[in-house]
């Protein structure tokens, strides 16, 4: 690893979540083109986030135990994912065409002892995949544990709301909790129906929020 992509990884690590500016990483790395050193961390393993100009680091590489192992989803797997579900985001049910880019995530986070097995990979649309990972990001993992040992997908998706009453949370997150289950739109209809539970769409109808007195 060259200094200036030492450089821009530790600057990286030292501001996680914050998102750096193209020009903010060419000053620290004295790097001409800091988006091929951030190419090359990618590739490694780090989970980069891209956006316009600028970079967001989200998660390490690393593997401890009990978790799983971050590996790059080679290019073959993508595309075999995407044509599984129909190049459509499985969250918001939006395509390409749509003016949104597609992209092929975790179903069940590596942090949480998810794979690359195509099982466990399921393609979102980049807002609902940026959703994904802010509210992830914002919930202790303990609480997310405990709804995923939930044996039954109704189960998963009602300790969901639950856990988060009265937040908004993306549909993204309620098809992981359903461990990919394709009729969790079902489930969550039949959870309203048998409880009761004031559940409804967010305004920007890419997630639910279940309001609670």
Same mark, same amino acid.
């Given at each position: ?13 030292? %501001? ?24 090359? *961390? ?20 690393? /593997? ?6 971050? /590996?790059? !989803? ?25 003016? !949104? ?16 097995? /195509?099982?466990? *990979? ?14 992830? %990001?914002?919930?202790?993992? %303990? ?47 039949? !959870? ?10 967010? /305004? ?10």
């Amino acid at each position: 690893m060259s200094s200036g992509q030492e450089k821009i990884l530790e600057y990286l690590i030292r %501001n996680r979540g914050k998102w750096i500016s193209n020009q903010e990483l060419r000053r620290i790395s004295g790097l001409d083109d800091a988006p091929r050193a951030i190419r090359l *961390l990618r590739q490694k393993g780090w989970e980069i986030h891209v956006r316009g100009d600028g970079f967001n680091l989200l998660q390490s590489p690393e /593997k401890g135990e009990g978790r799983g192992e971050r /590996k790059t !989803i080679s290019e073959k797997t993508r595309y075999e994912i995407l044509a599984r579900d129909n190049f459509r985001c499985k969250a918001c049910g939006l395509s390409a065409d749509d003016g !949104i880019r597609l992209e092929v995530d975790h179903m069940t986070p590596v942090d949480w002892g998810g794979t690359n097995d /195509k099982a466990n *990979l399921i393609t979102l649309c980049d807002k609902c995949n940026r959703g994904k990972k802010a509210w992830l %990001n914002s919930v202790p993992s %303990n609480n997310m544990k405990t709804i995923m040992n939930n044996t039954t997908v109704e189960a998963r998706i009602e300790s969901l709301f639950d856990n988060f009453p009265n937040q908004d949370i993306p549909s993204s997150l309620i098809q992981i909790v359903s461990k990919g289950a394709f009729d969790w739109q079902r489930a969550l209809r039949r !959870i309203r129906k048998r409880t009761g539970k004031n559940i409804v769409p967010t /305004k920007d109808r890419r997630g639910y929020r279940y309001f609670k007195d």
